[in-house]
C-alpha cells in the first residue's frame, strides 16, 4: 500500500482559505460534512493554529494527530475507492489530452478533465457523505472537531497538489503514470508528446523517491 507522509503544515494568519477552485470543492464537501457551524469554526482555528500533525494519506485513507485543549487525539479517516472501472476511466480520461499530464505534474486540475471523467463513471471531488473520521475524542458527531481540522488541512494540501486527489481515489501517481505508460497507443503526434511527458515524469519520480524517503507513520504534533 502506498502510505505518503506529508510535511507538517505551520500555523496561518487569517482565513487561509483553499485557493484554487478544486481545494474549494474539497472545502464545501467539509462544510456538508460537518453537523454543526460551532465544529466548523474550532476546526478551522484548530487547522490555522498549526495543531495538525503531518497528514498520512494512503488511498482511501488518511491519518493524523491533533493536538488542543484536553490532550492530544488520532484522527483515522476515509475516502471511497474508485472501483476497478472507474480507476481505468479516469486514466482513460487524463490520457485523452496530452497536456493532461503537465498540468497535473504542474499542479493543475483542467476542470474539464473531472467533468469528462465523472461522466465516465470516476467521480474524483469528493462529496460531503463521503468524508468521514474516526476519532477517539467523546464528540457526538462524526466527522468530529477534530477530523474537520484535518480535512480542513487536506484541503491545503490538494490545492498544492491534485494528484493528492487520485491517490485518496486509489490511483496514486505512480500508478497513473505507469498506467498511461504502458497504454497502447497509434504512432500520433500527440501521443508521442504523452509517451514523452510520462516518461520524464517517471524518470523525476524515481529521483524525488531517491531523494525523500517515506515514513511510516505520522508522528504526533508538539506541543
Given at each position: 500500500m502506498t502510505r505518503v507522509l506529508h510535511p507538517r503544515?505551520?500555523?496561518?494568519?487569517g482565513a487561509a482559505r483553499a485557493a484554487t477552485w478544486w481545494g474549494k470543492a474539497w472545502v464545501r464537501a467539509v462544510e456538508e460534512a460537518a453537523y454543526a457551524d460551532a465544529d466548523?469554526?474550532?476546526?478551522?482555528?484548530?487547522?490555522?493554529?498549526?495543531?495538525?500533525?503531518?497528514?498520512?494519506?494512503?488511498?482511501?485513507?488518511?491519518?493524523?494527530?491533533?493536538?488542543?485543549?484536553?490532550?492530544?487525539?488520532?484522527?483515522?479517516?476515509t475516502m471511497p475507492l474508485l472501483d476497478d472501472a472507474g480507476i481505468s476511466a479516469l486514466v482513460e480520461t487524463v490520457a485523452a489530452e496530452a497536456g493532461r499530464v503537465a498540468a497535473l505534474l504542474a499542479g493543475e486540475l483542467p476542470h474539464d478533465l473531472v467533468e469528462q471523467a465523472e461522466d465516465a463513471g470516476a467521480e474524483l471531488l469528493p462529496a460531503g457523505p463521503e468524508l468521514g473520521g474516526a476519532c477517539g475524542?467523546?464528540?457526538?458527531?462524526?466527522?468530529?472537531?477534530?477530523?474537520?481540522?484535518?480535512?480542513?488541512?487536506?484541503?491545503?494540501?490538494?490545492?498544492?497538489?491534485?494528484?493528492?486527489?487520485?491517490?485518496?481515489?486509489?490511483?496514486?501517481?505512480?500508478?497513473?503514470?505507469?498506467?498511461?505508460?504502458?497504454?497502447?497507443?497509434?504512432?500520433?503526434?500527440?501521443?508521442?508528446?504523452?509517451?514523452?511527458?510520462?516518461?520524464?515524469?517517471?524518470?523525476?519520480?524515481?529521483?524525488?523517491?531517491?531523494?525523500?524517503?517515506?515514513?511510516?507513520?505520522?508522528?504526533?504534533?508538539?506541543?
Open positions: 503544515v505551520p500555523a496561518r494568519r466548523l469554526r474550532s476546526a478551522r482555528a484548530l487547522a490555522r493554529a498549526g495543531h495538525v500533525g503531518q497528514i498520512a494519506t494512503e488511498p482511501g485513507r488518511f491519518v493524523a494527530s491533533v493536538e488542543d485543549a484536553r490532550g492530544l487525539w488520532t484522527v483515522d479517516g475524542c467523546d464528540h457526538w458527531a462524526d466527522p468530529c472537531v477534530h477530523a474537520l481540522a484535518v480535512l480542513y488541512q487536506l484541503a491545503w494540501l490538494v490545492d498544492a497538489d491534485p494528484l493528492l486527489l487520485f491517490a485518496l481515489r486509489g490511483l496514486p501517481r505512480d500508478e497513473l503514470l505507469g498506467r498511461l505508460h504502458a497504454r497502447q497507443v497509434a504512432p500520433a503526434g500527440d501521443d508521442r508528446d504523452l509517451d514523452l511527458a510520462v516518461e520524464a515524469a517517471l524518470y523525476a519520480a524515481r529521483i524525488l523517491d531517491e531523494d525523500e524517503p517515506v515514513s511510516e507513520a505520522p508522528p504526533a504534533p508538539s506541543s
